[in-house]
Protein backbone atom coordinates (compact mmCIF):
# COMPACT_ATOMS: atom_id res chain seq x y z
CA UNK A 1 0.00 0.00 0.00
CA UNK A 2 1.32 3.25 -1.08
CA UNK A 3 0.56 5.98 1.69
CA UNK A 4 0.12 9.66 1.67
CA UNK A 5 1.37 9.52 5.51
CA UNK A 6 1.71 7.73 8.14
CA UNK A 7 0.14 7.87 11.82
CA UNK A 8 -0.20 5.52 14.61
CA UNK A 9 -3.70 6.61 15.09
CA UNK A 10 -6.78 8.56 12.52
CA UNK A 11 -9.24 9.89 14.34
CA UNK A 12 -12.14 10.96 12.46
CA UNK A 13 -14.21 14.05 13.68
CA UNK A 14 -13.86 17.16 15.57
CA UNK A 15 -16.43 16.59 18.19
CA UNK A 16 -15.73 16.30 22.21
CA UNK A 17 -15.27 12.46 21.97
CA UNK A 18 -13.10 12.62 18.89
CA UNK A 19 -10.96 14.94 20.32
CA UNK A 20 -10.71 13.49 23.69
CA UNK A 21 -9.52 10.47 21.99
CA UNK A 22 -7.12 12.41 20.03
CA UNK A 23 -5.54 13.82 23.09
CA UNK A 24 -5.22 10.45 24.71
CA UNK A 25 -3.20 9.54 22.21
CA UNK A 26 -1.32 12.16 21.13
CA UNK A 27 -0.48 13.13 24.99
CA UNK A 28 1.05 9.22 24.79
CA UNK A 29 3.32 10.25 22.05
CA UNK A 30 1.35 8.69 19.37
CA UNK A 31 1.39 10.13 16.07
CA UNK A 32 -2.55 11.02 15.67
CA UNK A 33 -3.99 12.26 12.99
CA UNK A 34 -7.55 14.37 13.23
CA UNK A 35 -9.77 14.58 10.36
CA UNK A 36 -12.20 16.90 10.16
CA UNK A 37 -14.91 17.15 6.90
CA UNK A 38 -15.47 20.81 7.16
CA UNK A 39 -13.40 24.01 7.67
CA UNK A 40 -14.17 24.22 11.39
CA UNK A 41 -13.06 21.77 14.32
CA UNK A 42 -16.24 20.76 17.24
CA UNK A 43 -19.14 20.13 15.17
CA UNK A 44 -22.07 19.96 17.32
CA UNK A 45 -20.36 19.54 20.81
CA UNK A 46 -19.16 23.26 19.65
CA UNK A 47 -22.87 24.12 19.59
CA UNK A 48 -24.10 22.47 22.88
CA UNK A 49 -23.74 23.72 27.00
CA UNK A 50 -20.98 22.21 27.37
CA UNK A 51 -22.57 19.58 29.59
CA UNK A 52 -20.64 16.61 30.81
CA UNK A 53 -22.47 13.42 32.31
CA UNK A 54 -19.23 11.71 33.64
CA UNK A 55 -20.28 10.57 37.32
CA UNK A 56 -18.52 10.55 40.28
CA UNK A 57 -15.04 12.16 39.47
CA UNK A 58 -13.08 14.48 41.31
CA UNK A 59 -15.47 17.56 39.94
CA UNK A 60 -17.82 16.51 41.73
CA UNK A 61 -15.88 16.38 44.72
CA UNK A 62 -14.93 19.75 44.64
CA UNK A 63 -18.46 20.78 44.23
CA UNK A 64 -19.70 18.96 47.40
CA UNK A 65 -23.01 17.43 45.72
CA UNK A 66 -23.21 13.33 47.15
CA UNK A 67 -22.60 11.97 43.51
CA UNK A 68 -20.85 8.69 43.41
CA UNK A 69 -20.32 6.23 40.82
CA UNK A 70 -22.46 3.81 42.91
CA UNK A 71 -25.64 6.41 43.18
CA UNK A 72 -24.89 6.68 39.06
CA UNK A 73 -24.99 3.04 38.68
CA UNK A 74 -28.54 3.06 40.52
CA UNK A 75 -29.56 5.69 38.03
CA UNK A 76 -28.59 3.79 35.37
CA UNK A 77 -29.74 0.57 36.41
CA UNK A 78 -33.21 1.83 37.12
CA UNK A 79 -33.24 3.52 33.68
CA UNK A 80 -31.89 1.19 31.63
CA UNK A 81 -31.91 -2.17 33.71
CA UNK A 82 -29.34 -4.84 33.26
CA UNK A 83 -30.47 -6.37 29.74
CA UNK A 84 -27.56 -5.90 27.09
CA UNK A 85 -25.85 -2.96 28.12
CA UNK A 86 -24.48 -3.87 31.70
CA UNK A 87 -20.90 -4.40 30.48
CA UNK A 88 -21.21 -0.60 28.31
CA UNK A 89 -22.55 0.74 31.55
CA UNK A 90 -19.62 -0.73 34.13
CA UNK A 91 -16.81 -0.10 31.73
CA UNK A 92 -18.27 3.97 31.48
CA UNK A 93 -18.29 4.24 35.27
CA UNK A 94 -15.09 3.06 35.26
CA UNK A 95 -13.68 5.32 32.69
CA UNK A 96 -15.02 8.74 34.17
CA UNK A 97 -12.76 9.38 37.15
CA UNK A 98 -10.21 8.11 35.46
CA UNK A 99 -10.67 10.59 32.09
CA UNK A 100 -11.30 13.35 34.01
CA UNK A 101 -8.07 13.05 36.32
CA UNK A 102 -6.50 12.50 32.94
CA UNK A 103 -8.24 15.74 31.25
CA UNK A 104 -7.55 17.72 34.84
CA UNK A 105 -4.02 17.44 34.39
CA UNK A 106 -3.29 19.35 30.96
CA UNK A 107 -2.89 22.42 32.36
CA UNK A 108 -5.41 23.98 29.02
CA UNK A 109 -8.25 21.30 30.97
CA UNK A 110 -10.57 22.82 33.60
CA UNK A 111 -14.20 21.89 34.77
CA UNK A 112 -16.50 22.77 37.41
CA UNK A 113 -19.72 21.46 38.67
CA UNK A 114 -22.95 23.55 37.34
CA UNK A 115 -26.15 22.91 38.19
CA UNK A 116 -28.61 20.71 35.72
CA UNK A 117 -30.86 18.58 36.76
CA UNK A 118 -30.80 14.80 35.89
CA UNK A 119 -33.77 14.04 33.90
CA UNK A 120 -35.68 11.07 35.64
CA UNK A 121 -37.08 10.26 38.74
CA UNK A 122 -35.51 7.36 39.59
CA UNK A 123 -32.89 6.07 42.45
CA UNK A 124 -29.67 7.36 42.58
CA UNK A 125 -30.90 10.96 40.99
CA UNK A 126 -28.93 13.92 41.70
CA UNK A 127 -31.86 16.24 41.73
CA UNK A 128 -29.37 19.62 41.10
CA UNK A 129 -27.50 17.52 38.70
CA UNK A 130 -23.98 15.90 38.44
CA UNK A 131 -22.91 17.17 35.37
CA UNK A 132 -20.26 19.71 34.86
CA UNK A 133 -18.79 22.53 32.38
CA UNK A 134 -15.31 23.61 31.17
CA UNK A 135 -14.70 27.14 31.93
CA UNK A 136 -14.61 30.02 29.66
CA UNK A 137 -11.27 30.16 27.85
CA UNK A 138 -10.40 33.36 26.56
CA UNK A 139 -9.52 33.84 23.20
CA UNK A 140 -5.73 34.89 23.75
CA UNK A 141 -5.23 31.96 25.10
CA UNK A 142 -6.19 29.97 21.64
CA UNK A 143 -4.35 32.46 19.28
CA UNK A 144 -4.73 32.04 15.72
CA UNK A 145 -6.39 28.20 16.70
CA UNK A 146 -9.33 30.51 17.76
CA UNK A 147 -10.63 30.38 14.28
CA UNK A 148 -10.82 27.17 13.81
CA UNK A 149 -13.47 26.79 16.36
CA UNK A 150 -16.84 26.62 15.82
CA UNK A 151 -18.71 29.37 16.20
CA UNK A 152 -22.59 29.64 18.42
CA UNK A 153 -25.11 28.26 16.16
CA UNK A 154 -26.69 32.07 15.32
CA UNK A 155 -23.69 33.18 14.35
CA UNK A 156 -22.29 30.02 12.03
CA UNK A 157 -25.71 29.47 10.59
CA UNK A 158 -25.32 33.20 9.73
CA UNK A 159 -21.51 32.49 8.37
CA UNK A 160 -20.43 34.86 11.16
CA UNK A 161 -17.44 33.85 13.53
CA UNK A 162 -16.87 34.18 17.08
CA UNK A 163 -17.99 37.68 18.62
CA UNK A 164 -14.81 39.81 18.89
CA UNK A 165 -13.00 40.34 22.47
CA UNK A 166 -15.40 37.42 24.32
CA UNK A 167 -14.19 34.24 25.79
CA UNK A 168 -15.44 31.23 23.98
CA UNK A 169 -17.89 29.76 26.14
CA UNK A 170 -19.82 26.73 26.87
CA UNK A 171 -19.08 23.93 24.10
CA UNK A 172 -16.58 25.94 22.45
CA UNK A 173 -14.62 26.53 25.93
CA UNK A 174 -14.74 22.30 25.70
CA UNK A 175 -13.67 22.24 22.22
CA UNK A 176 -10.91 24.90 22.53
CA UNK A 177 -9.61 23.66 25.20
CA UNK A 178 -9.22 19.94 23.99
CA UNK A 179 -7.46 21.59 20.42
CA UNK A 180 -5.13 23.62 22.83
CA UNK A 181 -4.03 20.61 24.72
CA UNK A 182 -3.94 18.40 21.74
CA UNK A 183 -1.63 20.74 19.62
CA UNK A 184 0.46 21.24 23.12
CA UNK A 185 1.69 17.48 22.58
CA UNK A 186 3.38 18.06 19.32
CA UNK A 187 2.06 14.91 18.14
CA UNK A 188 -1.10 15.64 16.28
CA UNK A 189 -2.40 16.66 12.97
CA UNK A 190 -5.33 18.26 12.81
CA UNK A 191 -6.84 18.69 9.36
CA UNK A 192 -9.65 20.53 8.21
CA UNK A 193 -11.47 19.89 4.74
CA UNK A 194 -10.60 15.88 4.87
CA UNK A 195 -13.79 13.94 5.04
CA UNK A 196 -13.35 10.15 5.27
CA UNK A 197 -14.72 8.51 2.39
CA UNK A 198 -13.09 4.54 2.91
CA UNK A 199 -11.55 2.44 5.47
CA UNK A 200 -8.68 0.41 4.02
CA UNK A 201 -8.41 -3.43 5.30
CA UNK A 202 -5.29 -5.41 4.67
CA UNK A 203 -5.47 -8.91 5.70
CA UNK A 204 -8.52 -8.64 8.10
CA UNK A 205 -6.97 -5.33 10.22
CA UNK A 206 -8.40 -1.63 9.16
CA UNK A 207 -4.91 -0.52 8.58
CA UNK A 208 -6.22 3.26 7.64
CA UNK A 209 -8.44 5.40 5.53
CA UNK A 210 -8.96 6.98 2.59
CA UNK A 211 -10.17 10.75 3.14
CA UNK A 212 -10.91 13.33 0.16
CA UNK A 213 -9.27 16.97 -0.09
CA UNK A 214 -9.43 19.79 -1.67
CA UNK A 215 -6.20 18.55 -3.70
CA UNK A 216 -8.11 14.76 -4.52
CA UNK A 217 -8.36 12.07 -2.38
CA UNK A 218 -5.23 10.63 0.20
CA UNK A 219 -4.37 7.45 2.44
CA UNK A 220 -3.49 7.43 5.59
CA UNK A 221 -2.07 4.87 7.40
CA UNK A 222 -2.89 4.28 11.24
CA UNK A 223 -0.78 1.82 12.49
CA UNK A 224 -2.56 1.37 16.31
CA UNK A 225 -5.92 1.89 14.85
CA UNK A 226 -8.90 4.15 13.46
CA UNK A 227 -11.32 5.64 15.52
CA UNK A 228 -15.02 7.21 14.23
CA UNK A 229 -16.26 9.33 16.12
CA UNK A 230 -17.40 11.82 13.19
CA UNK A 231 -21.24 12.52 14.25
CA UNK A 232 -24.02 10.83 13.29
CA UNK A 233 -26.40 10.66 10.10
CA UNK A 234 -29.10 13.00 11.24
CA UNK A 235 -28.08 15.35 7.97
CA UNK A 236 -29.13 13.15 5.69
CA UNK A 237 -32.22 13.19 4.58
CA UNK A 238 -32.04 10.00 2.89
CA UNK A 239 -30.62 7.95 5.42
CA UNK A 240 -32.88 8.94 8.02
CA UNK A 241 -35.84 8.04 5.73
CA UNK A 242 -33.97 4.34 5.22
CA UNK A 243 -33.52 3.98 8.85
CA UNK A 244 -37.00 5.62 10.04
CA UNK A 245 -35.75 8.73 12.41
CA UNK A 246 -38.54 10.75 12.98
CA UNK A 247 -38.02 14.62 12.32
CA UNK A 248 -36.21 15.74 9.29
CA UNK A 249 -32.69 16.54 8.19
CA UNK A 250 -33.40 20.56 7.91
CA UNK A 251 -34.65 20.67 11.32
CA UNK A 252 -31.48 19.09 13.46
CA UNK A 253 -29.00 20.66 15.15
CA UNK A 254 -26.11 19.89 13.26
CA UNK A 255 -23.75 21.96 11.49
CA UNK A 256 -24.07 22.41 7.95
CA UNK A 257 -22.46 19.86 5.83
CA UNK A 258 -21.56 17.86 8.68
CA UNK A 259 -23.34 14.71 10.23
CA UNK A 260 -24.10 12.57 6.88
CA UNK A 261 -23.24 9.17 8.20
CA UNK A 262 -20.14 8.85 6.09
CA UNK A 263 -18.49 7.24 9.09
CA UNK A 264 -21.06 4.59 9.45
CA UNK A 265 -21.52 4.24 5.88
CA UNK A 266 -17.30 3.21 5.40
CA UNK A 267 -17.28 0.61 8.16
CA UNK A 268 -20.57 -0.71 7.17
CA UNK A 269 -18.95 -1.52 3.73
CA UNK A 270 -16.39 -3.48 5.44
CA UNK A 271 -18.77 -5.89 7.37
CA UNK A 272 -19.91 -4.02 10.50
CA UNK A 273 -22.92 -4.26 12.38
CA UNK A 274 -25.26 -1.44 13.26
CA UNK A 275 -27.86 -0.59 16.24
CA UNK A 276 -30.82 1.91 17.21
CA UNK A 277 -30.75 3.44 13.51
CA UNK A 278 -34.21 5.08 14.11
CA UNK A 279 -33.13 6.77 17.11
CA UNK A 280 -31.83 10.52 17.86
CA UNK A 281 -31.14 12.65 20.97
CA UNK A 282 -34.67 14.30 20.37
CA UNK A 283 -35.83 17.72 21.53
CA UNK A 284 -38.60 20.75 20.35
CA UNK A 285 -37.58 23.12 17.97
CA UNK A 286 -38.82 26.49 17.50
CA UNK A 287 -39.91 26.73 13.55
CA UNK A 288 -37.19 29.56 11.97
CA UNK A 289 -37.28 31.41 8.47
CA UNK A 290 -36.13 28.79 6.03
CA UNK A 291 -36.95 25.88 7.13
CA UNK A 292 -34.21 25.54 10.11
CA UNK A 293 -35.21 24.44 14.01
CA UNK A 294 -34.08 26.31 16.91
CA UNK A 295 -33.58 23.72 19.95
CA UNK A 296 -35.92 25.01 22.49
CA UNK A 297 -36.20 24.18 26.41
CA UNK A 298 -37.18 25.50 29.96
CA UNK A 299 -40.58 26.40 29.01
CA UNK A 300 -41.40 28.70 31.76
CA UNK A 301 -44.75 29.74 30.45
CA UNK A 302 -47.73 28.91 27.81
CA UNK A 303 -48.88 26.11 26.74
CA UNK A 304 -48.21 23.20 23.81
CA UNK A 305 -51.31 22.09 22.07
CA UNK A 306 -50.83 19.60 18.70
CA UNK A 307 -53.31 20.07 15.83
CA UNK A 308 -56.63 19.00 17.69
CA UNK A 309 -55.73 22.51 19.85
CA UNK A 310 -55.20 20.09 22.30
CA UNK A 311 -52.12 19.64 25.23
CA UNK A 312 -50.86 16.01 24.93
CA UNK A 313 -47.66 16.52 27.32
CA UNK A 314 -45.58 18.25 30.06
CA UNK A 315 -44.46 21.11 28.39
CA UNK A 316 -41.85 21.56 30.89
CA UNK A 317 -40.69 17.90 30.51
CA UNK A 318 -36.78 17.03 29.42
CA UNK A 319 -36.51 18.00 25.75
CA UNK A 320 -35.60 14.31 24.37
CA UNK A 321 -38.31 13.55 26.69
CA UNK A 322 -40.77 16.10 25.17
CA UNK A 323 -39.61 15.69 21.48
CA UNK A 324 -40.82 11.88 21.98
CA UNK A 325 -44.17 13.30 22.91
CA UNK A 326 -44.03 15.63 19.77
CA UNK A 327 -42.92 12.37 17.81
CA UNK A 328 -46.03 10.31 19.13
CA UNK A 329 -48.50 13.00 18.41
CA UNK A 330 -50.28 14.30 15.43
CA UNK A 331 -48.78 18.02 13.93
CA UNK A 332 -48.78 21.05 13.81
CA UNK A 333 -48.05 22.16 17.34
CA UNK A 334 -47.86 25.40 18.60
CA UNK A 335 -46.34 27.11 21.61
CA UNK A 336 -49.65 29.49 23.09
CA UNK A 337 -48.38 32.42 25.47
CA UNK A 338 -49.95 35.73 26.11
CA UNK A 339 -48.72 39.51 26.71
CA UNK A 340 -47.41 38.14 29.93
CA UNK A 341 -44.44 36.79 28.14
CA UNK A 342 -41.86 39.71 26.48
CA UNK A 343 -41.08 37.66 23.75
CA UNK A 344 -40.78 33.41 23.68
CA UNK A 345 -41.27 32.12 27.32
CA UNK A 346 -38.63 29.45 26.87
CA UNK A 347 -34.94 29.60 25.74
CA UNK A 348 -34.50 29.23 22.15
CA UNK A 349 -31.18 28.25 20.34
CA UNK A 350 -30.36 29.93 18.24
CA UNK A 351 -32.92 32.98 19.83
CA UNK A 352 -36.13 34.38 17.85
CA UNK A 353 -36.38 37.55 16.87
CA UNK A 354 -40.18 37.87 17.15
CA UNK A 355 -40.95 40.40 14.39
CA UNK A 356 -38.63 38.17 12.17
CA UNK A 357 -41.20 35.55 13.49
CA UNK A 358 -44.28 37.00 12.66
CA UNK A 359 -43.17 37.94 9.05
CA UNK A 360 -41.98 34.57 8.14
CA UNK A 361 -45.81 33.39 9.03
CA UNK A 362 -44.25 31.27 11.63
CA UNK A 363 -45.72 32.85 14.62
CA UNK A 364 -49.35 34.30 14.87
CA UNK A 365 -51.09 37.17 17.09
CA UNK A 366 -54.82 37.76 18.04
CA UNK A 367 -56.61 39.38 20.69
CA UNK A 368 -58.64 36.90 20.94
CA UNK A 369 -58.18 32.73 20.82
CA UNK A 370 -60.78 32.22 18.39
CA UNK A 371 -58.88 35.22 16.11
CA UNK A 372 -55.92 32.87 17.35
CA UNK A 373 -57.09 29.35 16.12
CA UNK A 374 -58.60 31.23 13.10
CA UNK A 375 -54.94 32.02 11.79
CA UNK A 376 -53.83 28.78 12.66
CA UNK A 377 -55.90 26.04 11.46
CA UNK A 378 -56.48 25.15 15.08
CA UNK A 379 -60.37 24.16 16.47
CA UNK A 380 -61.84 26.97 18.33
CA UNK A 381 -63.65 25.20 20.66
CA UNK A 382 -61.14 22.81 21.40
CA UNK A 383 -58.20 25.76 21.68
CA UNK A 384 -60.88 27.58 24.47
CA UNK A 385 -61.62 24.83 26.44
CA UNK A 386 -57.77 23.58 26.57
CA UNK A 387 -56.75 27.23 27.10
CA UNK A 388 -59.75 27.29 29.78
CA UNK A 389 -58.41 24.36 31.57
CA UNK A 390 -54.90 25.16 31.90
CA UNK A 391 -55.73 28.71 33.44
CA UNK A 392 -57.93 25.97 36.18
CA UNK A 393 -54.80 23.96 36.87
CA UNK A 394 -52.19 27.65 36.89
CA UNK A 395 -55.07 29.22 39.39
CA UNK A 396 -54.81 26.08 41.64
CA UNK A 397 -50.72 25.27 41.60
CA UNK A 398 -51.50 21.89 40.08
CA UNK A 399 -51.52 20.28 36.44
CA UNK A 400 -54.26 17.10 37.07
CA UNK A 401 -53.51 16.21 33.34
CA UNK A 402 -49.56 16.60 33.40
CA UNK A 403 -48.21 17.10 36.18
CA UNK A 404 -46.19 20.09 35.53
CA UNK A 405 -44.36 21.62 37.95
CA UNK A 406 -44.02 18.65 40.04
CA UNK A 407 -40.11 17.74 39.04
CA UNK A 408 -37.05 19.44 39.85
CA UNK A 409 -36.04 19.81 36.50
CA UNK A 410 -39.27 21.77 35.60
CA UNK A 411 -38.53 24.01 37.90
CA UNK A 412 -35.07 24.35 37.63
CA UNK A 413 -35.38 27.07 34.83
CA UNK A 414 -38.67 29.61 36.31
CA UNK A 415 -36.24 30.98 38.53
CA UNK A 416 -38.27 30.09 41.53
CA UNK A 417 -41.87 31.63 39.71
CA UNK A 418 -44.50 29.21 38.78
CA UNK A 419 -44.26 26.34 36.38
CA UNK A 420 -48.16 27.39 35.58
CA UNK A 421 -48.49 30.65 34.38
CA UNK A 422 -52.16 31.59 33.03
CA UNK A 423 -52.61 32.55 29.40
CA UNK A 424 -54.97 35.20 29.85
CA UNK A 425 -53.79 38.65 28.49
CA UNK A 426 -54.17 39.75 25.30
CA UNK A 427 -52.66 39.58 22.66
CA UNK A 428 -52.42 35.88 22.34
CA UNK A 429 -49.77 34.43 20.54
CA UNK A 430 -48.97 30.72 18.89
CA UNK A 431 -45.63 29.91 17.53
CA UNK A 432 -44.91 27.21 15.88
CA UNK A 433 -43.56 24.24 17.29
CA UNK A 434 -41.67 20.96 15.95
CA UNK A 435 -39.28 18.00 16.24
CA UNK A 436 -35.63 18.48 16.04
CA UNK A 437 -32.70 16.73 17.51
CA UNK A 438 -29.38 17.19 18.76
CA UNK A 439 -28.14 13.95 16.54
CA UNK A 440 -29.25 10.43 15.69
CA UNK A 441 -28.15 7.83 18.35
CA UNK A 442 -27.78 5.24 16.42
CA UNK A 443 -24.67 3.32 14.67
CA UNK A 444 -21.79 1.02 15.12
CA UNK A 445 -21.97 -1.90 17.47
CA UNK A 446 -19.21 -1.87 19.24
CA UNK A 447 -17.77 -3.54 22.32
CA UNK A 448 -16.66 -1.87 25.77
CA UNK A 449 -13.33 -1.12 24.54
CA UNK A 450 -14.62 1.07 21.43
CA UNK A 451 -14.39 -1.66 19.10
CA UNK A 452 -16.80 -2.32 16.42
CA UNK A 453 -18.05 -5.11 16.03
CA UNK A 454 -18.94 -7.16 12.90
CA UNK A 455 -22.16 -9.21 11.84
CA UNK A 456 -20.84 -12.13 13.42
CA UNK A 457 -20.26 -10.11 17.08
CA UNK A 458 -16.22 -10.01 16.55
CA UNK A 459 -13.95 -7.13 16.60
CA UNK A 460 -12.99 -5.44 13.56
CA UNK A 461 -9.23 -5.73 14.15
CA UNK A 462 -7.83 -1.81 13.87
CA UNK A 463 -11.18 -0.20 14.09
CA UNK A 464 -12.96 2.12 16.84
CA UNK A 465 -15.93 4.14 17.09
CA UNK A 466 -17.55 6.69 20.01
CA UNK A 467 -19.74 9.21 20.00
CA UNK A 468 -22.80 9.22 17.63
CA UNK A 469 -20.83 7.39 15.30
CA UNK A 470 -21.56 4.16 17.59
CA UNK A 471 -24.96 2.83 19.02
CA UNK A 472 -25.48 4.60 22.27
CA UNK A 473 -25.66 1.93 25.22
CA UNK A 474 -28.64 4.10 26.62
CA UNK A 475 -30.34 3.05 24.19
CA UNK A 476 -34.29 4.91 23.89
CA UNK A 477 -33.36 6.93 27.02
CA UNK A 478 -31.80 10.25 27.39
CA UNK A 479 -30.68 9.84 31.55
CA UNK A 480 -28.91 13.56 32.19
CA UNK A 481 -27.11 16.65 30.45
CA UNK A 482 -24.21 15.85 28.79
CA UNK A 483 -24.45 12.23 28.23
CA UNK A 484 -24.09 12.58 24.87
CA UNK A 485 -20.83 14.07 25.48
CA UNK A 486 -19.44 12.07 28.19
CA UNK A 487 -20.10 8.30 27.04
CA UNK A 488 -18.44 9.92 23.54
CA UNK A 489 -14.97 11.16 25.66
CA UNK A 490 -15.27 7.90 27.78
CA UNK A 491 -15.09 5.08 24.96
CA UNK A 492 -12.77 7.12 22.90
CA UNK A 493 -10.30 7.39 25.78
CA UNK A 494 -11.10 3.57 26.38
CA UNK A 495 -10.71 2.92 22.78
CA UNK A 496 -7.07 4.55 22.32
CA UNK A 497 -6.28 2.65 26.01
CA UNK A 498 -7.08 -0.70 23.83
CA UNK A 499 -4.93 0.69 20.94
CA UNK A 500 -2.24 1.12 23.78
CA UNK A 501 -2.23 -2.40 25.08
CA UNK A 502 -3.15 -4.16 21.62
CA UNK A 503 0.51 -3.05 20.58
CA UNK A 504 2.29 -2.79 23.84
Known amino acids: MAWDDEYDVVVAGSGAGALAGALAAASGGLRT ?58 AFLETAPELVEFLERDPAIEFEWRAF ?29 AGLVRPPVDRDRAGRG ?48 VAMTAGGPVRLRAARGVLLAAGGFESSAELREARGVPGSAGRTMAPDGANTGDAITAAMKIGASTGLLDQAWFCPGLAMPGGRAAFTLGFRGGLIVDGTGRRFANESLPYDRMGRCLAAADAPFYLVFDARSDGLPAISI ?18 TLAGLAAKTGLPAAA ?38 VPVDRQPYVA ?28 PIPGLYAAGNTSASFTGHVYP ?18 HMRRNHA
Not at 38 to 63: D, F, H, K, M, N
Not at 121 to 139: N, T
Not at 350 to 367: I, K, M, T, V, Y
Open 117 to 145: PDYFDAPGRVDMGRSFVPLDLPVERLGEL
Open 431 to 458: AEIVLSDLGTKGGLRTDPDGRVLSGADE
Open 383 to 420: LASTVERFNGFAAEGADEDFHRGEDPYDRYFTGGGPCL
Open 33 to 90: AVLEKTALVGGTSAYSGSAIWLPGTRVQERAGIGDSTESARAYLRALLGDDGNAAHRE
Open 350 to 367: PSAAPEEQFAAGLWHRAD
Open 480 to 497: GPGIPIGTAMAFAYRAVQ
Open 162 to 209: HAAGRPLAQGRALIGRLLLAITATGASDVRTGTALTELIVEDGQVTGV
